[in-house]
Each structure stands twice: as C-alpha cells, then as structure tokens.
C-alpha cells in the first residue's frame, strides 16, 4: 500500500504562481512513475505532469514553460511548481503514483483544488 498527501493549492491570481507537494509513505520503494493530474466538474481526469524515478518527465503541452515537475526521491515528494498561471488552470488536482511491479498499481492522493482568478 501507498499513500500519498497533497498540499498547496489555494486561490491565486491569474499570473501567480502556487507549488504542489506530494508527499508518499508505505510501499514507496515500489514507486517507479509519479505525477499529477487535474479534474474540472464533468470533464475526464487529466495529466498534467509526470516523472519517473530516474528523472524523466512528461509534460501536458500547455503546461510546458510555466509548470515544472521535480522529484525528491529521499524525502519521498514530488512537486508541481506552476507559475503563470491562467484561469483555465482551475481544478482539483490529484497526485498519483505507478508501481514498478506487476500489476503496476496506482494510487491516488485525495486531490486539492487550486483556482485562478481572473
């Protein structure tokens, strides 16, 4: 089992900046993949950001030259730092993590809402 908490989101204006912690506990050596979606109200979840144990991330388009996803593999935390951030940004966003080994699990944070406002 993983568990992962989130923290940092808030209100924020359009053009501010917010950083995202992820902190994970239990089974963490497992952990290959971590990353962070976001869900708006009748839409699908979505990826935002994402990056292995190694280092290697994968970026949402729109979040390439305002987002950065970084990895801290001792204290077991991923980041989401955003900056310039738009309106369209608002959502409740969702840690994950992907386990390394067959069945390759996922688990999911309980999300924390971040809003832009114009």
């Known amino acids: 089992q993983v568990q992962l908490v989130e923290s940092g989101g808030g209100l924020v204006q359009a053009g501010g900046s917010l950083r995202l912690s992820c902190a994970a506990s239990?089974?963490?050596?497992?952990?290959?993949?971590m990353g962070w979606y976001r869900q708006v109200p009748g839409k699908q979840r979505e990826l935002v950001a994402s990056i292995t144990r190694g280092g290697t991330t994968n970026l949402k388009n729109s979040a390439k030259g305002r987002f950065t996803i970084s990895r801290d593999n001792a204290l077991n935390t991923v980041y989401l730092q955003m900056n310039s951030l738009k309106p369209e940004d608002t959502a409740v966003y969702y840690c994950?993590?992907?386990?390394?080994?067959?069945?390759?699990?996922?688990?999911w944070g309980q999300g924390t809402q971040v809003t832009v406002s114009s």
């Open positions: 994950n993590a992907v386990l390394a080994i067959f069945p390759y699990t996922i688990y």
């Open positions: 239990g089974h963490i050596s497992d952990i290959n993949v």
